[in-house]
């Protein structure tokens, strides 16, 4: 079977590495532009440039590069949840993959408005995670007694911890995936393009073009309902002696993510929906609004200077699974995989096992 996996982010890169390790597969990861398409670059990008007000902002050319890298079991989406549930079972049994990743443990809360389902859904973590998850409130997850930045936003609300949560770096583990690929027999990672798509070329042809999908879609004349792209912005701050785990609230949007480096990362969900592959430009207000909101909510958490500022666009589809899709048109071997919006980093590994089985079992 040959496959070609057009994109060169996470979830294509793992793609291909998971078809090359499967008997009688030849895979071609392209990781350059769709040829005369006008589609932007997949992977590269640009240097860091200031803001009106000084601050750095790094344009991140995709998803992977835009990505906090957080990956925790818990999801509020079923098909969402059993994907990273997987994953990071997957991860933390490899060593090579925590060290691609470069994964450390850092622990997460989800603060969920509603409880209903909670110990069903606790309990799908517990049998591959065993007591990495359990359920507590704001008080106990952010105790300003026990050092902690205390929590300030509603108190009705049920948190979800996980003891093995953590952080990786997702441009990193693409990195080595990539190299790792190209050393396999059966397997060509090239800076090419996709400028002839014809029916006997491949097998199977797979989009994994993240925030480019619609428009590379349309470009060569097939529908893209259904794929639409969304702005994804944050900024990392310096902060004091005191940081929350890292989090993310239901209620309120605010997610939170403390650096290796004693910086933390805060943001909240964009509604810029449509815009354009590649870097984006920064919406300031959202950003500050995400800082008062985190005032709000964490007292004790004093944030500094804005050492940078990320705005980068991705895929959503609905529901918001990274999946293998097919493309529709004329050509039956044409599939898409993206779809997640930003939730690859924690559901890539097993997204993309998934997708290579699916492959193999429609050829």
Do not use: N
Not at 18 to 32: F, K, N, S
Not at 192 to 218: K, S
Not at 350 to 363: G, H, I, K, M, N
């Amino acid at each position: 079977m040959r496959v070609c996996v057009a994109g060169g982010g996470l979830a294509g890169s793992l793609l291909a590495w998971r078809l090359a390790q499967l008997p009688g597969t030849q895979v071609d990861l392209l990781t350059g532009p769709a040829g005369g398409t006008g589609i932007r670059p997949i992977v590269g990008g640009t240097g860091a440039r200031p803001d009106a007000g000084g601050t750095e902002v790094r344009p991140a050319a995709d998803a992977t590069a835009a990505s906090g890298g957080a990956v925790r079991a818990y999801d509020a989406l079923a098909a969402q949840r059993r994907l990273a549930i997987a994953s990071l079972a997957e991860l933390l049994g490899s060593r090579v993959l925590r060290d691609w990743a470069r994964y450390r443990e850092t622990g997460f809360a989800y603060l969920r408005e509603d409880g209903t389902h909670l110990a069903a859904e606790l309990a799908e973590i517990e049998r591959e995670l065993p007591g990495s998850a359990d359920l507590t409130s704001p008080a106990e997850a952010f105790g300003a007694r026990d050092g902690g930045p205390g929590w300030a936003g509603d108190q009705e609300e049920v948190v979800i911890r996980e003891r093995r949560a953590g952080v990786t770096s997702p441009a990193h583990l693409r990195d080595a995936v990539v190299a790792d690929l190209a050393a396999r027999p059966g397997a060509r990672v090239r800076d090419g393009v996709l400028d002839g798509l014809t029916a006997g070329a491949y097998d199977a042809v797979v989009l994994a073009a993240g925030a480019w999908t619609p428009g590379l879609l349309r470009a060569l004349g097939l529908p893209a309902q259904g794929y639409r792209t969304r702005s994804i912005q944050y900024t990392v701050y310096d902060a004091g002696p005191v940081r929350p785990t890292a989090f993310a609230d239901e209620r309120t949007g605010l997610y939170g993510l403390p650096t290796a480096d004693g910086g933390m990362l805060i943001g909240l969900p964009t509604t810029q929906w449509d815009v354009p592959a590649g870097p984006g430009a920064v919406t300031g207000v959202l950003h500050e609004r995400a800082v008062r909101v985190a005032a709000a909510c964490l007292p004790r958490l004093k944030l500094g200077q804005a050492r940078h500022r990320v705005a980068a666009a991705d895929c959503f589809c609905d529901p918001p699974v990274l999946a293998l899709r097919p493309a529709g048109g004329p050509l039956p071997g044409l599939f898409t995989f993206t779809g997640g919006s930003g939730g690859c980093a924690k559901t890539a590994l097993a997204a993309s096992q998934r997708a290579a089985l699916q492959l193999t079992e429609a050829s």
